[in-house]
């Protein structure tokens, strides 16, 4: 009967261990989009929001403000599939990017971690 108990230490300390790897990824994710996000967005709350992009759309310059990390983790539809796709394949203002998948994966990791956060919008 010794069997039952050590079963439930070995499930908690692999849930343990699962949320610690969760979170590096997503402290991971954090340090890559603010290389290579931030000076567009808005990755952190610490963060002062970037500068407006002036951009020429055919019919006179216009000013930009790129959505928050947050803005966009909030966005009903916002899912890992969505994200990678959006990331790979971006429109325009946005400029492409590649990313070595398991940084992508990071990265994503880190935005959709973002929507459980109980911080106001920023």
């Given at each position: 009967m010794q069997l039952m108990p050590t079963?439930?230490?070995?499930?908690?300390?692999?849930?343990a261990t699962a949320v610690q790897a969760d979170a590096s990824k997503q402290d991971e994710g954090r340090a890559l989009a603010?290389?290579?996000?931030?000076?567009?967005?808005?990755?952190?709350p610490e963060q002062a929001p970037?500068?407006?992009?002036?951009?020429?759309?055919?019919?006179?310059?216009?000013?930009?403000?790129?959505?928050s990390f947050r803005q966009i983790a909030l966005r009903p539809g916002?899912?890992?599939?969505?994200?990678?796709t959006v990331i790979q394949a971006p429109h325009y203002p946005m400029r492409e990017q590649l990313f070595i998948p398991e940084e992508l994966e990071e990265i994503i990791a880190?935005?959709?971690s973002l929507k459980a956060t109980g911080e106001d919008e920023w």
């Open positions: 079963l439930t230490c070995l499930c908690v300390l692999l849930s603010m290389d290579y996000c931030g000076a567009c967005h808005r990755v952190s970037p500068p407006k992009v002036s951009i020429d759309s055919g019919s006179g310059l216009q000013e930009y403000e790129a959505p916002r899912n890992a599939d969505y994200l990678r880190y935005i959709l």
